[in-house]
């Protein structure tokens, strides 16, 4: 069955520490994948997004992911925390087939000054 | 531009009583959805549409209806709220499949006593 797995519910990271949330998924075939952002109480922000090409992605907020085939990841990375990135981090995947997004469960970051 | 808009943001049902969570985008996108959200489990899919006059099931769509009679407007429909139903309901745009990401709403959170 398709699934996406973010193993960490909960990370805490200093201000100005780099920071690694991942994200692993079971498919076919390379999905579709994204990374969104949750404030408390607001919606989803699409942070950045691997359709195909570079494996690098850049996103927003400083915010890059690393697709790896052969370990079936897109593992989110920032080199330096600030304290607004506290949130929910959400990994998503879709396998191209109509309204079939995806999401991991999550990953709460706490910022530590 | 304002994007997806949800409403309303808060509502507390009693078991047995029906409401509808209305949802219209201005983004003029063809697919939009609507996702539960209950803590530690990640967005689940309710119901999808690929646009107007059409919709499919997703994941968990037992208790709800939803229709889509205009490209704007994607409502969804809860018959006899259950206690199973209190979440956080979000409503999204966009198209996957066409290398669009998903644009949420702010969310609407039920509760059903």
């Known amino acids: 069955a398709q699934s996406v797995t973010q193993p960490d519910i909960h990370i805490t990271v200093s201000e100005g520490a780099s920071l690694e949330l991942r994200c692993n998924y079971s498919?076919?075939?390379?999905?579709?994948l994204f990374w969104y952002v949750q404030s408390p109480g607001q919606g989803l922000q699409l942070l950045l997004k691997?359709?195909?090409?570079?494996?690098l992605v850049q996103g927003i907020k400083g915010f890059e992911a690393e697709f790896k085939r052969s370990q079936s990841s897109f593992n989110l990375r920032k080199p330096s925390v600030h304290w607004s990135d506290a949130a929910e981090y959400f990994c998503?995947?879709?396998?191209?087939?109509?309204?079939?997004?995806?999401f991991g469960k999550g990953t709460k970051l706490s910022v530590k000054p | 531009n304002a994007g997806v808009t949800q409403t309303p943001k808060f509502r507390i049902l009693k078991i047995g009583q029906s409401m509808t969570l209305q949802c219209t985008q201005d983004?003029?996108?063809?697919?939009m959805y609507w996702y539960r959200q209950d803590p530690g489990m990640g967005l689940k899919l309710i119901y999808y549409?690929?646009?107007?006059?059409?919709?499919d099931k997703g994941e968990v769509p037992n208790g709800y209806n939803v229709s889509r009679s205009t490209t704007e407007d994607f409502p969804l429909r809860l018959e006899l709220a259950a206690p199973s139903q209190t979440s956080v309901y979000f409503c999204?745009?966009?198209?996957?499949?066409?290398?669009?990401?998903?644009?949420f709403g702010q969310g609407t959170r039920l509760t059903v006593v």
């Open positions: 999204a745009s966009g198209g996957l499949t066409d290398y669009t990401e998903a644009f």
């Open positions: 498919y076919g075939a390379t999905p579709y």
């Open positions: 691997y359709f195909s090409g570079d494996t």
């Open positions: 998503a995947a879709d396998g191209g087939s109509q309204g079939n997004l995806i």
């Open positions: 983004m003029n996108h063809n697919y």
């Open positions: 549409s690929v646009g107007a006059g059409i919709t």
